[in-house]
């Protein structure tokens, strides 16, 4: 059984940091390639930033100064550092796994982002 575990979401002010994290089961996690996405209220799921099993990072524009995504293949874990949070950074952020397919075969329940004063 897969299983996609986030956690590390919160309330955090303008300018504040999160990590977020996601631990991975049931999986061969080294040769997926992981990603964070987020949904907004009224807004599609977009790709927040992703790392492939050789640990190629690629960031959306609006995060790439900000947020670093980091794989542990040895404790089957994603992380998602995010520095200089705004406001229209609040989302539900769940994480992905895919291999061969654009999108994510597998996903996690997500967890809530909220930044604000």
């Known amino acids: 059984q897969v299983q996609l575990v986030e956690s590390g979401g919160g309330l955090v002010q303008p300018g504040g940091s999160l990590r977020l994290s996601c631990a991975a089961s049931g999986i061969s996690f080294n040769i997926y390639t992981m990603g964070w996405y987020r949904q907004a209220p009224g807004k599609q799921r977009e790709l927040v930033a992703q790392?492939?099993?050789?640990?190629?990072?690629d960031y959306q524009d609006s995060v790439k100064t900000r947020f670093t995504i980091s794989r542990d293949n040895a404790k089957n874990t994603v992380y998602l550092q995010m520095n200089s949070l705004k406001p229209e950074d609040t989302a539900v952020y769940y994480c992905?796994?895919?291999?061969?397919?654009?999108?994510?075969?597998?996903w996690g329940q997500g967890t809530q982002v909220t930044v604000s004063s």
């Open positions: 790392i492939t099993s050789g640990g190629s990072t």
């Open positions: 992905g796994a895919r291999r061969l397919r654009p999108t994510p075969t597998y």
